[in-house]
């Protein structure tokens, strides 16, 4: 079948079928199927990585839905900002399945950086909590969560959960709001090696300071593969 994409490299392709996608869903009804991956490869001439990329992108912005076992459809509209998501919870709406790889886990004391993050005095106990977050099988990001460790007694001397977000509900310290930051950087050498990409590769690092209430209950700095993961932040006006 022709390949349809612009050859002019003015824009990405997973970016000129997701604009594709958008405007062949536009106008259908909430329920109604959205093409498959299958069929998008076919008549694009990408990779499925490619059209699965651009399909995320619509199913964090809301505009597509993916039910398992069934297939993507049109979403019905969200009046709401979406709630503040795990890793887990994050890929499970991106149809993906998360595993993760736990590279440390051990109590430390609190540095200046991560002790006026936490609200905590220099040199407090920490727990430190490094692991290999995979998506479909493949590295995705490198992520690094610093807790108070007062707010978790024992948690280092149990299994240790899938999703800390969970264990952190079990507490009654699941994050109400966050504060995020995101910035475009170059890989170092030893994350390079946890991601499977070659040193200096473009990565997302992202930083998270999750709160409960007024109480601070994680930071965690996260190093993502730019090929693989685009993050969307959902924007509006007050009603």
Same mark, same amino acid.
Do not use: N, W, Y
């Given at each position: 079948?022709? /390949? %349809?994409?612009?050859?002019?490299?003015?824009?990405l392709k997973h970016v000129q079928v997701r604009e594709y996608v958008r405007t062949l869903v536009s106008g259908m009804a909430p329920g109604s199927p959205?093409?498959?991956?299958? /069929? %998008?490869?076919s008549q694009f001439g990408v990779a499925r990585m490619t059209v699965r990329q651009a399909m995320d992108a619509l199913v964090v912005e809301g505009l597509l839905e993916r039910i398992p076992g069934k297939g993507t459809f049109v979403a019905r509209p969200r009046r709401t900002a979406s709630a503040i998501t795990s890793y887990t919870e994050e890929m499970a709406r991106r149809g993906m399945l998360a595993e993760s790889v736990t590279l440390l886990a051990r109590r430390e004391q609190a540095g200046p950086g991560v002790a006026r993050a936490l609200a905590i005095s220099e040199g407090e106990p920490i727990v430190h909590w490094r692991r290999l977050r995979r998506a479909d099988g493949a590295p995705m990001c490198l992520e690094d969560a610093y807790l108070t460790e007062?707010?978790?007694?024992?948690?280092?001397?149990?299994?240790l959960p899938t999703s800390l977000y969970d264990a952190l509900e079990q507490r009654g310290l699941r994050p109400t709001w966050a504060e995020d930051s995101i910035n475009a950087d170059l890989c170092h050498g030893d994350e390079a090696g946890h991601l499977d990409i070659d040193a200096g590769a473009a990565v997302l690092r992202h930083s998270r300071r999750a709160l409960s209430g007024d109480k601070v209950v994680m930071?965690?700095?996260?190093?993502y593969r730019a090929d693989r993961f685009t993050l969307w932040v959902q924007i509006g006006r007050d009603a």
């Open positions: 079948m022709t /390949e %349809l994409l612009i050859k002019d490299g003015r824009a959205a093409p498959s991956e299958r /069929e %998008l490869v007062s707010l978790l007694p024992g948690f280092l001397h149990a299994q930071v965690s700095r996260s190093v």
